[in-house]
């Protein structure tokens, strides 16, 4: 199975579990995983399923302690990797998430998921030139992903670069025009910076969308104070 794949594929996983799973229902199956592992210490399936379940419960230093195990058994494994990276980033360890996500790129030249971690923990960790040297490398390689678009112009917006944000975020919203968080962020900035004819476009597609005028009163009460 392509490496890429399985990556998207955990990606997935740990969302579709939180959905399809109540707290109590995750520390049920967490309570089972724990006893079969008394008996199979070695099992590295058991041992990633539990560490799913811990993240979803946010029980990151139980999911580190598993994810090392993981590792420990078998140092390539990418969805050990994977996970421990996040949880390292959770637990504030952001050198080591980094170098998780670093080894990662070893296994999985190029992968998508991999790159936009590495970069987005760089610019929590302000390693602020490798974070937008990662993000615009990954736009040059994804130059269809909404994502990539609307993960630089989350930085560009931190930064206070906020023209270049609103360029970002629109190309997110031309790739993904059901995407509402795109839209609300590009309209936080135009209203932000005053342009106030394309903030009433952004009302109006939401509008258009089946927002209720209600849930947009903030964005209409900023409109009515712009000249």
């Known amino acids: 199975m392509d490496k890429n794949i399985i990556i998207c594929a955990l990606l997935a996983s740990v969302t579709m579990t939180a959905k399809a799973q109540s707290n109590q229902a ?9 006893d079969i592992l008394a008996y199979h210490p070695d099992s590295i399936d058991l041992r990633l399923k539990k560490s799913a379940w811990n993240i979803q419960l946010e029980q ?7 994810l090392d195990k993981v590792l420990f058994l078998d140092n390539t494994n990418i969805a050990g990797l994977f996970y421990r990276a996040f ?13 998780d996500y670093q080894n990662l790129l070893v296994l999985v030249p190029g992968n998508f998921q991999a790159q936009l971690g590495l970069a987005l923990l760089n610019e ?3 390693h602020y030139t490798d974070a937008y040297d990662g993000i615009n490398s990954l736009i040059e390689q994804y130059p269809d992903s909404a994502i990539a678009y609307a993960a630089r112009g989350g930085i560009e917006k931190e930064r206070g670069m906020l023209e270049l944000a609103v360029y970002d975020y629109q ?9 509402r968080d795109y839209i609300f962020n590009h309209l936080d900035l135009l209203l932000t910076l005053g342009r106030k004819q394309e ?10 969308m ?8 903030d964005f209409y009460d900023r409109l009515r104070k712009l000249k």
């Open 60 to 66: 990151w230093s139980y999911a580190k302690d598993d």
């Open 171 to 179: 190309q997110a919203i031309d790739k993904d025009g059901n995407n």
């Open 124 to 126: 929590k960790d302000k």
């Open 26 to 34: 995750l520390r049920d199956s967490l309570a089972k995983a724990t």
């Open 87 to 99: 949880v390292n980033e959770k637990m504030k360890r952001y050198n080591f998430a980094r170098l």
């Open 210 to 217: 089946g927002m209720a005028i209600g849930e947009l009163k």
């Open 199 to 208: 903030a009433i476009a952004d009302l109006q597609r939401l509008r258009e």
